[in-house]
Every structure is written in structure tokens, then in C-alpha cells.
């Protein structure tokens, strides 16, 4: 953003929260990470242990449950940056960009990875 705003050229970053997409889809994610899994030398399977396995199953279907469908947030968000008048530099799109990652993004690195 920064590095074009002298050849005139204006970015607004958008920044979503999670939102129920194909992207994030439970089921083609765990099936694939298992297939993968399976594929796996069996040394690096226990390398990382079953519960790898089965904690990102959990993971991804807990953050599935917690996205939200409402995608209009986004769609709307970039709407406003393309025909603003005066574009904001971010958008936060959705309750958990807004709440969480917005105020993790001003804080120290250590911190945010620790969180």
C-alpha cells in the first residue's frame, strides 16, 4: 500500500474474519488432510502423532461453526473501497476482524503469535 501511494496509486486492504465459503468447507478439508495423512511415511506420522490428525479435524469444524454466512460484510467492504469517494486504508469485515484480529494486528509480534 504504501510502496505504490507515490505512483499515485490507492489500496485498501481488506481484512475478513472467517465467513462460511467452499474455502473453509469442513468436509473436503479434513478429507483431504487425511488422504493426505495417509500418504505420509509412517516415521512422520509418528512424528506428529494421531492427534495431529484429529485436532485439525476439530479445528477446522469448530471455525466453521464459529464463520459467519452473513458474506455481504465482505462484498460490501470491497463495494466501498472501489467506489468511495474517499476509500478507507482497511477494512475489517466481520464480528471476529473487527473484535479480534483488527486489535492483534497493533500488537507486538510476540504477543499475537502467543495468542
Not at 467452499?22 to 495423512?37: A, Q, R, S
Not at 505420509?40 to 469444524?61: I, V
Amino acid at each position: 500500500r504504501r510502496e505504490l501511494r507515490p505512483f499515485g496509486v490507492q489500496v485498501s486492504i481488506i481484512e475478513p474474519g472467517g465467513f462460511r465459503t467452499g474455502m473453509i468447507d469442513p468436509k473436503p478439508l479434513v478429507k483431504t488432510f487425511t488422504h493426505l495423512w495417509e500418504r505420509l511415511p509412517a516415521e512422520t506420522q509418528a512424528a506428529y502423532g494421531r492427534h495431529y490428525l484429529d485436532k485439525f479435524a476439530k479445528t477446522t469444524r469448530l471455525a466453521y461453526r464459529l464463520s459467519s454466512p452473513r458474506l455481504w460484510h465482505v462484498t460490501g467492504a470491497v463495494t466501498h473501497a472501489l467506489l468511495s469517494r474517499c476509500p478507507r486504508s482497511r477494512y475489517a469485515a466481520g464480528w471476529d476482524a473487527r473484535l479480534l484480529f483488527l486489535p492483534l494486528s497493533y500488537c507486538p509480534a510476540w504477543l499475537s503469535d502467543t495468542i
